[in-house]
Structures are given as structure tokens and as C-alpha cells.
């Protein structure tokens, strides 16, 4: 069972990179964590560009995939895993390259399929029961119905009016 929460939050899309925030939340009242450890297998970490707050490492196990790393945090920084309260998380942020031939937000994809912390197995939903998210900014498209109906409605309205 996991002693702690792990949050992935896909935080920022770019055109060339995605950001994603890993916070730990320790809510153990009885419990520090030092030297703490944290694995996570995701299918883009051979694109792993920048860990801001924590040390990484990339375990590969089969030398062709690159998918889990082990993340710790940085002495006397964030490396002390306080217990419940204030001061009961630490957190870093990550940044992915993104690799036009794999990347994508659909089906859970942006998630990670497995957790460890220190060791214990940390539950993680099955990647079909994560939110779909959009693979681009926003584009509202102008239908041809749209476009019909704005042309003819002031016609419409000319014609009653007469």
C-alpha cells in the first residue's frame, strides 16, 4: 500500500516540449520520510528533458526501452519527506520532448502506468480511466450551416421588414 499521494498534474503544453508537476504528499502524523525514493514508468521518459527539484535517474532494465526512472530529492533541499502538515510535500516539475511520432494526450497516455514509492506500489488507475485530454490549443471552426444561416437571417429579416 502507498504511505504517501503522488499527483501528476499535465500542467503546461507547448509546441515542442509538455510540462508536467509532481507533487508528493506525505499524511502520515507520525511518519518522515528521509532519503525517500520515488519510480515512476512512463511510456515518454527517453524524452525526459529537465527535473527542476528532484535527482533522476533513468533504470532500464531491457537496454531498447527507456519508460521508468527513479527520482529522489536534492540533499538538504527536498530530500526530508516532512510528516502530515504544512510542510508534508515536496514537489518538482518535469519537461518531456515531444516526439511527433508517439506523442499524444489521447487515452491516458500523459499518465504514468505505474508508481513506487519507496518501494511500495502506489495504485494507479488503468490508463482508459483517465480524462481524455486535447492535443492542441483550442480552434473553433466556422461550419457551413454557421455560415448559411449568418447570410441568410439578414435577408430574411430585410424581406419581413418590407
Given at each position: ?115 513506487y514509492f519507496n ?44
Open positions: 500500500m502507498c504511505p504517501v499521494r503522488v499527483h501528476w498534474h499535465v500542467k503546461v503544453n507547448y509546441k515542442e516540449y509538455w510540462r508536467v508537476k509532481v507533487t508528493i504528499t506525505n499524511f502520515n502524523y507520525n511518519m518522515n520520510y528521509s532519503q525517500w525514493n520515488l519510480v515512476i514508468q512512463h511510456p515518454n521518459f527517453d524524452n525526459l528533458t529537465q527535473s527542476f527539484s528532484f535527482n533522476y535517474n533513468f533504470l532500464t532494465p531491457y537496454a531498447s526501452i527507456n519508460d521508468t526512472a527513479m527520482m529522489w530529492g536534492l540533499k538538504f533541499y527536498n530530500d526530508l519527506l516532512m510528516q502530515a502538515g504544512p510542510s508534508g510535500n515536496v514537489q518538482s516539475e518535469l519537461l518531456f520532448r515531444k516526439d511527433a511520432s508517439t506523442f499524444t494526450f489521447e487515452k491516458g497516455w500523459a499518465f504514468p502506468r505505474r508508481i518501494g511500495d506500489n502506489c495504485v494507479m488507475p488503468p490508463p482508459d480511466a483517465y480524462p481524455w485530454l486535447p492535443n492542441g490549443g483550442f480552434q473553433q471552426g466556422l461550419s457551413r450551416a454557421s455560415l448559411v444561416v449568418s447570410l441568410l437571417l439578414p435577408l430574411v429579416l430585410l424581406y419581413r421588414q418590407y
